[in-house]
């Protein structure tokens, strides 16, 4: 059952059409009720877009005065939450200029010379993202103050690193603070590198084909803060890369914000019992008193699968569309508003959950005594005795499997049993087998050496500007 208007005249677009919108086909397409989050930019867009008509003899200067005026009273109802969105009106984009147009009269209508929703909604959405790139890479810079202020805190203090989650090589906490804060730096990098390339305005390009009025895009794309304008209007008028290598880069965040929630489950864990997490981050169970979950983390890790979801659906949609405008790409902005929303809000609390989180360090350097950590620096003791590697991993291991038998470690045999592995062990092996030996020795570039990861945290410190 369709409930149909008398005719399609009070649409923007009614001229041709000699029958309304059913009642069933305006609700399936309208896209007001999560596009007015856009209405800001589409706002400054019109302003300056006006500006440009004026200057080229499109408008008036009174008819320019009009449309500004009129459109910042607009811009204030909706600020204000007063302004009634309608959603036969579609969008924002006609919501906005149909409200101009029944407060400032004929001026409000010239509005869209020149101008087509294609060319619109594509400035406003890159406008939004050039904003959001912006506030995501604040947010990565506060998580990653956090990891260079646990890091500071922690210098010195060990951990065992781990391979497939098997005890590997004892680590600094520090080297494994800076191992996020350098993922979380890639993805600064990824996040500069769109806003470039997203900065560029579409104005003008009209629907698809440009148009035969006498325009000037450079002059809007400078009002805007474009670094210039997109070489074709045909790419521009369909073309949604932008948003799918934003939502890309969110993707990732989500990705390493999961693998780091991962870790704090596990670190949580009495299995583990390697950091507290402060109680105003967790919860508790409503049946088993004892209990104390790492809610967030798990959330976090949970909201993974959104961030991912985002992805999809925007491959998915473009996946096959001919070029240019397609109605199809309405469906761009739900998934990117969830995604922005989900990584801004899983940067923010995660990075307050890291200002308070403190690490039981005696639990994690004993954890680094147990399971013959410092093998591989047997090994390498044996490499600088001229022993081949090869060979050299084949008594290490010898030596642990004779470890095992007697359930004990390799700082623990005494140089009488080490000997019986290989001639070449002396007394100065016990400095290598010990942990913070091993630590220590490691100071190739990137390594987990003290001084390697001193230098790592002050080059963090100077790039944050964290004063020392
Ligand atoms: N609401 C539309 C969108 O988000 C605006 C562009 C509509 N253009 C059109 N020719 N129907 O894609």
Redesign the pocket.
């Given at each position: 059952m369709t409930e149909q208007k008398k005719n399609g005249s009070e649409k923007m677009w009614g001229g041709r059409f000699g029958e309304g919108t059913a009642a069933s086909v305006e609700a399936f397409s309208a896209?007001i009720h999560y596009?007015c989050r856009l209405y800001k930019y589409d706002i400054a867009g019109s302003k300056a877009h006006a500006a440009m008509l004026a200057a080229n003899g499109i408008l008036s200067q009174v008819e320019l005065t009009a449309i500004t005026d009129g459109l910042s009273a607009i811009e204030r109802e909706i600020s204000a939450g007063t302004f009634v969105f309608r959603r036969e009106l579609?969008?924002i984009?006609m919501n906005i200029e149909k409200a101009l147009v029944e407060r400032i009269g004929p001026a409000g209508a010239k509005l869209h010379s020149a101008r087509?929703?294609?060319d619109q909604?594509a400035l406003d959405f890159k406008l939004y993202l050039r904003d959001q790139c912006d506030e995501v890479m604040t947010l990565l810079g506060g998580i990653r103050r956090a990891f260079v202020l646990l890091a500071r805190k922690y210098l010195g203090r060990i951990m065992p690193g781990y391979t497939h989650l098997q005890r590997a090589q004892p680590v600094q906490i520090a080297h494994h603070m800076l191992a996020y804060y350098e993922m979380f730096g890639r993805d600064q990098e990824r996040m500069v590198d769109c806003r470039r390339r997203l900065n560029l305005s579409p104005l003008g390009c009209a629907a698809l084909a440009g148009t035969g009025l006498p325009i000037d895009r450079e002059q809007v794309a400078g009002i805007l803060g474009f670094r210039g304008v997109t070489a074709n209007s045909m790419d521009t008028s369909g073309d949604r890369d932008f948003a799918i290598e934003f939502t890309s880069n969110c993707t990732m965040i989500q990705l390493h914000l999961s693998r780091l929630s991962e870790e704090l489950v596990l670190w949580s864990s009495q299995e583990f019992d390697f950091v507290s997490i402060s109680d105003k981050f967790c919860t508790g169970s409503s049946i088993m008193p004892q209990k104390k979950n790492p809610d967030i983390p798990e959330l976090i890790r949970g909201k993974s699968g959104r961030v991912v979801g985002s992805l999809m659906t925007l491959i998915t949609l473009m996946k096959g569309l001919p070029l240019t405008?397609n109605?199809d790409?309405?469906e761009d902005?739900e998934p990117v508003f969830d995604a922005v929303d989900t990584v801004s809000a899983s940067l923010a609390i995660m990075a307050e959950l890291l200002e308070n989180l403190s690490f039981k360090t005696d639990r994690m350097a004993a954890a680094t005594r147990k399971g013959c950590m410092t093998a591989t620096d047997l090994a390498d003791y044996l490499v600088l005795k001229n022993v081949p590697f090869r060979e050299a991993h084949g008594i290490v291991g010898r030596a642990v499997a004779y470890c095992l038998d007697k359930g004990c470690e390799l700082p623990d045999l005494s140089i009488a049993e080490l000997g019986q592995f290989s001639e070449v062990i002396g007394k100065d092996v016990y400095e290598v087998l010990s942990v913070e030996g091993s630590v220590n020795s490691r100071i190739s570039t990137g390594g987990t050496g003290i001084q390697r990861v001193e230098e790592a945290l002050l080059a963090a410190e100077k790039q944050l500007g964290i004063g020392r």
């Amino acid at each position: 059952m369709t409930e149909q208007k008398k005719n399609g005249s009070e649409k923007m677009w009614g001229g041709r059409f000699g029958e309304g919108t059913a009642a069933s086909v305006e609700a399936f397409s309208a896209s007001i009720h999560y596009d007015c989050r856009l209405y800001k930019y589409d706002i400054a867009g019109s302003k300056a877009h006006a500006a440009m008509l004026a200057a080229n003899g499109i408008l008036s200067q009174v008819e320019l005065t009009a449309i500004t005026d009129g459109l910042s009273a607009i811009e204030r109802e909706i600020s204000a939450g007063t302004f009634v969105f309608r959603r036969e009106l579609e969008d924002i984009h006609m919501n906005i200029e149909k409200a101009l147009v029944e407060r400032i009269g004929p001026a409000g209508a010239k509005l869209h010379s020149a101008r087509s929703r294609n060319d619109q909604v594509a400035l406003d959405f890159k406008l939004y993202l050039r904003d959001q790139c912006d506030e995501v890479m604040t947010l990565l810079g506060g998580i990653r103050r956090a990891f260079v202020l646990l890091a500071r805190k922690y210098l010195g203090r060990i951990m065992p690193g781990y391979t497939h989650l098997q005890r590997a090589q004892p680590v600094q906490i520090a080297h494994h603070m800076l191992a996020y804060y350098e993922m979380f730096g890639r993805d600064q990098e990824r996040m500069v590198d769109c806003r470039r390339r997203l900065n560029l305005s579409p104005l003008g390009c009209a629907a698809l084909a440009g148009t035969g009025l006498p325009i000037d895009r450079e002059q809007v794309a400078g009002i805007l803060g474009f670094r210039g304008v997109t070489a074709n209007s045909m790419d521009t008028s369909g073309d949604r890369d932008f948003a799918i290598e934003f939502t890309s880069n969110c993707t990732m965040i989500q990705l390493h914000l999961s693998r780091l929630s991962e870790e704090l489950v596990l670190w949580s864990s009495q299995e583990f019992d390697f950091v507290s997490i402060s109680d105003k981050f967790c919860t508790g169970s409503s049946i088993m008193p004892q209990k104390k979950n790492p809610d967030i983390p798990e959330l976090i890790r949970g909201k993974s699968g959104r961030v991912v979801g985002s992805l999809m659906t925007l491959i998915t949609l473009m996946k096959g569309l001919p070029l240019t405008y397609n109605r199809d790409l309405q469906e761009d902005k739900e998934p990117v508003f969830d995604a922005v929303d989900t990584v801004s809000a899983s940067l923010a609390i995660m990075a307050e959950l890291l200002e308070n989180l403190s690490f039981k360090t005696d639990r994690m350097a004993a954890a680094t005594r147990k399971g013959c950590m410092t093998a591989t620096d047997l090994a390498d003791y044996l490499v600088l005795k001229n022993v081949p590697f090869r060979e050299a991993h084949g008594i290490v291991g010898r030596a642990v499997a004779y470890c095992l038998d007697k359930g004990c470690e390799l700082p623990d045999l005494s140089i009488a049993e080490l000997g019986q592995f290989s001639e070449v062990i002396g007394k100065d092996v016990y400095e290598v087998l010990s942990v913070e030996g091993s630590v220590n020795s490691r100071i190739s570039t990137g390594g987990t050496g003290i001084q390697r990861v001193e230098e790592a945290l002050l080059a963090a410190e100077k790039q944050l500007g964290i004063g020392r």
